[in-house]
């Protein structure tokens, strides 16, 4: 391990940059708070655009009256007949429905307008599609076909990778036994429960949840009351606290000083051994070749200086660890 690997992993070093670390805290912190509140400004316009374009949306279909069953058959007959007027009036005296229906599916990787969009998909198909002899209610034939056109369009645009067709409603019947059965045992079912309750091998059930799996996109609220952005509250492994950066770059150049603080040969091998000031790392064999000493000896200069370095960095009150955890 290299000397500035060690200094890296130091978990207790004395402050001594405590003015600097605080200014340079304080101004995270101050950028972090002026960042958060600008997200949150956006995250609430962006809402509110939302609801007032779903409620533009609503008020531009206004509460067209629902049509009796009678009024249903002869729409119906007369759009069979391509009277347009006729499955007009059909289609805008469900687009309520259709809403209605949209609100259920929301929050699963579609924007309500985008739902409701494709349930009027489905609303005119249902429309094209039916038979007012068969005596049911055409809002029953129509519910069938706007929930296939709702889920069909969050199949299709919600995943970051599309799954078939076919697969998406094999993916939809194994939830919906999944529900079932949580329902019914009041607790989560195990993957070997659920595999016996289909007749299914485990790998199956692994395969279903795994293609269960959503993105999620970092620039999406945390949750639905919070405001803020699942960017704003993951850690970013990367990034290192200003505190502890300020104080391990000032803990390298001490220990660069008192490396160079020792004699040629102590110094030498240090350098060699950890790789420090522009050396690669050296083997002790490697380094007792250059400098013409044996393994041994060079691993006896080498406890030396360590024992020597560690004398110093307790003197100045830092962990002992520093230097013998190799």
Not at 95 to 107: C, D, E, F, G, T
Not at 110 to 124: Q, R, T, V
Not at 169 to 186: D, F, I, M, S, W
Request: proline share 2%.
């Amino acid at each position: 391990m290299k000397l500035m690997e060690l200094v890296t992993g130091l978990d207790q070093v004395e402050d001594r940059s405590a003015g600097y670390s605080a200014d340079t805290q304080t101004a995270d912190l101050n950028a972090n708070k002026t960042k958060v509140e600008n997200t949150k400004g956006q995250r609430q316009r962006q809402k509110t655009q939302t609801l007032d374009a779903t409620q533009m949306y609503l008020d531009s279909i206004g509460l067209p009256p629902l049509l009796t069953a009678e009024q249903e058959v002869s729409y119906a007959r007369s759009a069979i007949q391509g009277d347009t007027a006729a499955r007009t009036r059909m289609i805008e005296s469900n687009l309520r429905l259709v809403v209605s229906i949209a609100k259920r599916y929301q929050y699963r990787g579609l924007a309500l307008l985008d739902l409701i969009e494709e349930g009027n998909l489905g609303l005119i198909r249902a429309v094209e599609k039916f038979d007012p002899e068969r005596g049911f209610r055409f809002s029953t034939y129509a519910t069938w076909w706007i929930r296939q056109a709702v889920e069909r369009g969050i199949m299709n645009s919600s995943r970051v990778v599309r799954l078939p067709v076919h697969v998406s409603k094999e993916l939809n019947a194994y939830l919906r036994t999944v529900r079932e059965l949580t329902q019914k045992t009041g607790q989560t079912p195990s993957l070997e429960f659920i595999a016996n309750h289909l007749g299914q091998p485990i790998a199956y059930v692994q395969q279903m949840n795994e293609f269960n799996e959503h993105a999620l996109s970092l620039d999406a609220a945390s949750t639905h009351e919070s405001e803020a952005s699942l960017l704003d509250i993951l850690v970013d492994d990367n990034n290192c606290d200003p505190c502890d950066f300020v104080q391990r770059e000032d803990l390298t150049a001490t220990i660069g000083e008192w490396v160079c603080g020792l004699n040629q040969r102590h110094r030498e091998v240090v350098l060699r051994r950890f790789g420090l000031q522009g050396y690669d790392c050296h083997t002790l064999q490697e380094i007792g070749d250059v400098m013409g000493l044996t393994r041994e000896r060079v691993r006896q200069i080498q406890v030396d200086a360590l024992t020597r370095l560690r004398a110093i960095l307790e003197s100045n009150g830092l962990s002992r660890e520093l230097l013998f955890n190799l």
